[in-house]
């Protein structure tokens, strides 16, 4: 079973490294598409910076103020009114 990406935010804000290059990887493709935009000469430093800037954002989540569903739904109720 694949854990979530909340969940492996959240063990690798813990010091968790194969929860943090689980999330890296599930942020691949992404990365993958879009060095293929770039210079073929820059894509392995853009790499790096991307999976770098990857791990700053979950050292800096804060699951606590992650609204849930119902409270989404309540959101776009709200903004649709």
């Known amino acids: 079973m694949t ?31 879009s060095l293929s935009q770039t210079k073929p000469q820059n894509r392995e430093d853009l790499r790096q910076d991307l999976r770098l800037k990857c791990m700053e954002c979950v050292h800096h989540f804060e699951s606590e103020q992650t609204p849930g569903f119902f409270e989404f739904v309540n959101t776009i109720e709200q903004n649709t009114e």
């Open 3 to 33: 854990a979530s990406l909340y969940t492996l935010a959240e063990k690798a804000k813990q010091q968790d490294r194969e929860a943090m290059y689980d999330f890296l990887q599930k942020f691949e493709p992404f990365i993958q598409k």
